[in-house]
């Protein structure tokens, strides 16, 4: 690393005293757009029955995850450039906003344009949110908070299907929507008095519109293409053949464009500047299909194979975010003991790849223990890879660019998750369809119904297990690439630790000149 883009010493942050209730609002805030959509999701079947328009529904998802993409990098660069507070604060408003609309809306169109709205503010939440602990934490102290952000991810996780039932079933529909707008404003109030973030002075802010506009256009080909591919359109249509080629043409654009620009949206030396921060991006994407992989597919296996409840499906999951927080608590409180971090994502990514490929061997025969044992592995993998991670990536890059650097993580994230679950559920639809005799047709209320002969089931039950063990196979050897970029990580000092901030490297003595 040269010394342009090394961070300086100075960099050192002073750590608010009140630091736990400042970073219990800005995670809170969080909490709020990651539970907006497991919520969501499970209310919808009570939605189409009341204002119909069942043929639209994927885009009540489509919309959120699109906007939330294409506005996270425009949200972190802003960051960069104005007050990350108030910024931020914008964010909940807009995201408080788009959900008091969307628990009015009166057909599907309006209910998705609303959605829209809401994932503009969701994808200031999610950049702003990672590049605030990024601020106020700097990477040596940032250990000892770990566990918090892993918890709130958990509690996410596992209480979004819960709470989304809960509250369909008592209080309709409309309040999954609703609920957000207390929790925002309290969330609003709260960063609004004890949030205070150092701004930087800048001369004249020139804002990278072309930039936008370009990764606008990429992103949305991206997702489009990953949520029409294998369900709408096969793979090898020209529909999604023409995403594929223009997202491409798009990203070879954006990325001139980000060379020629005076404050690009997404500046290329974070990329340039250390190997690290591209080997996190590829770990996050590892991570985040593993994530959106386990969090859809594995109760579908627990319930359909198993005979697991699906009320309890937030439940089903518990063995792996138990996994996700324990790790996280123990490589923080290590990384700030210590100041080393290499090891863990080497061993998060070898233990991710383990236990995805034993749960590709699940059959119709395999216990509950021994499914809940194999997402423990997979657990301890995403927490000590996902949390690193970030971490690592902040520590690459200068505080200047560290809206961009964190927004970059966050998308990085979001695509690799929604190009993942569009594989996935690709490879998952066409096992269990080609598999020997199995009827896909319909789900699990349609084969077990009456008159479902035994053998019929039987072939149900075994397709799903077979298209289980696919996704996880693919996933194990995704895990296996990860491990092998985690090797080349560099150990690069933490910055932050009071007193022992690291200074920055001589610089590399220049070539002799020749007449």
């Known amino acids: 690393m040269s010394a342009s883009t090394t961070p300086a010493a100075d960099d050192t942050s002073v750590v608010p005293k009140n630091i736990r209730w400042v970073l219990l609002g800005v995670l809170t805030a969080m909490l709020l757009s990651m539970l907006d959509g497991l919520i969501v999701?499970?209310?919808?079947?009570?939605?189409?029955?009341?204002?119909?328009?069942?043929?639209?529904?994927?885009?009540?998802?489509?919309?959120?995850?699109?906007?939330?993409?294409?506005s996270t990098p425009v949200w972190g660069k802003l960051g960069d450039l104005f007050n990350r507070k108030y910024l931020f604060l914008g964010s909940i408003v807009v995201f408080v906003i788009g959900s008091a609309l969307s628990g009015q809306a009166s057909s599907m169109g309006e209910l998705i344009g609303f959605r829209a709205l809401q994932g503009?503010?969701?994808?200031?939440?999610?950049?702003?949110?990672?590049?605030?602990?990024?601020?106020?934490?700097?990477?040596?102290?940032?250990?000892?908070?770990?566990?918090?952000?892993?918890?709130?991810?958990?509690?996410?996780?596992?209480?979004?299907?819960?709470?989304?039932?809960?509250?369909?079933s008592h209080l309709g529909w409309r309040w999954a929507f609703y609920i957000n707008i207390p929790l925002g404003l309290i969330c609003l109030v709260w960063c609004g008095m004890l949030l205070?973030?150092?701004?930087?002075?800048?001369?004249?802010?020139?804002?990278?519109?072309?930039?936008?506009?370009?990764?606008?256009?990429?992103?949305?080909?991206?997702?489009?293409?990953?949520t029409w591919a294998g369900s709408t359109y096969a793979w090898t249509s020209w529909q999604i053949l023409s995403l594929g080629?223009?997202?491409?043409?798009?990203?070879?654009?954006?990325?001139?464009?980000?060379?020629?620009?005076?404050?690009?949206?997404?500046?290329?030396r974070i990329f340039t500047g250390h190997r690290n921060f591209p080997i996190s991006a590829v770990l996050l994407i590892v991570a985040g299909v593993a994530m959106f992989g386990g969090t859809l597919y594995l109760p579908l296996y627990q319930q359909s194979v198993q005979g697991a409840s699906a009320s309890d499906s937030g439940l089903l999951l518990l063995p792996m975010m138990a996994g996700t927080v324990a790790a996280s608590l123990v490589a923080g409180k290590v990384?700030?003991?210590?100041?080393?971090?290499?090891i863990f994502p080497v061993v998060g990514t070898a233990s991710l790849a383990i236990g995805m490929g034993l749960l590709s061997t699940m059959d119709?025969?395999?216990?509950?223990?021994?499914?809940?044992?194999?997402?423990?592995?997979?657990?301890?993998?995403?927490?000590?890879?996902?949390?690193?991670?970030?971490?690592?990536?902040?520590?690459?890059?200068?505080?200047?660019?560290?809206?961009?650097?964190?927004?970059?993580?966050?998308?990085?994230?979001?695509?690799?998750?929604?190009?993942?679950?569009?594989?996935?559920?690709?490879?998952?639809?066409?096992?269990?369809?080609?598999?020997?005799?199995?009827?896909?047709?319909?789900?699990?209320?349609?084969?077990?119904a009456e008159g479902v002969?035994?053998?019929?089931?039987?072939?149900?039950?075994?397709?799903?297990?077979?298209?289980?063990?696919?996704?996880?196979?693919?996933?194990?050897?995704?895990?296996?690439?990860?491990?092998?970029?985690?090797?080349?990580?560099?150990?690069?000092?933490?910055?932050?630790k009071p007193g022992s901030a690291p200074k920055p490297p001589k610089p590399e003595a220049e070539p002799a000149r020749t007449a």
């Open 364 to 448: 119709t025969t395999t216990s509950r223990f021994a499914t809940s044992a194999y997402m423990v592995l997979v657990g301890v993998g995403t927490g000590f890879t996902i949390q690193m991670a970030n971490t690592i990536a902040q520590n690459a890059v200068e505080l200047r660019d560290m809206g961009a650097a964190s927004a970059a993580t966050g998308l990085f994230r979001t695509l690799g998750g929604s190009l993942g679950v569009a594989a996935l559920g690709s490879l998952f639809t066409r096992a269990v369809q080609g598999h020997a005799g199995a009827s896909a047709e319909g789900g699990r209320t349609d084969i077990w």
């Open 335 to 342: 990384m700030t003991r210590t100041g080393k971090y290499r």
């Open 245 to 268: 080629a223009a997202a491409v043409l798009l990203l070879a654009a954006f990325i001139a464009s980000q060379k020629r620009a005076d404050e690009p949206l997404l500046p290329p």
């Open 41 to 70: 999701g499970t209310a919808m079947p009570v939605v189409v029955a009341d204002i119909g328009g069942i043929d639209h529904i994927s885009w009540v998802v489509t919309a959120y995850t699109l906007t939330a993409a294409c």
């Open 453 to 496: 002969s035994r053998a019929a089931k039987d072939a149900y039950l075994h397709a799903v297990a077979h298209g289980t063990q696919q996704i996880f196979l693919v996933g194990a050897l995704c895990a296996a690439a990860a491990f092998a970029a985690a090797v080349f990580i560099e150990e690069v000092p933490l910055r932050g």
């Open 196 to 226: 205070h973030v150092p701004t930087s002075r800048r001369g004249k802010v020139v804002i990278d519109w072309l930039g936008i506009t370009l990764m606008t256009a990429m992103i949305s080909t991206i997702v489009m293409a990953a």
């Open 120 to 168: 503009i503010g969701a994808g200031g939440l999610m950049a702003g949110a990672f590049a605030l602990i990024g601020v106020l934490l700097p990477p040596r102290e940032r250990g000892r908070y770990q566990g918090m952000v892993a918890i709130i991810q958990a509690v996410g996780s596992i209480g979004g299907p819960l709470v989304g039932g809960f509250v369909t």
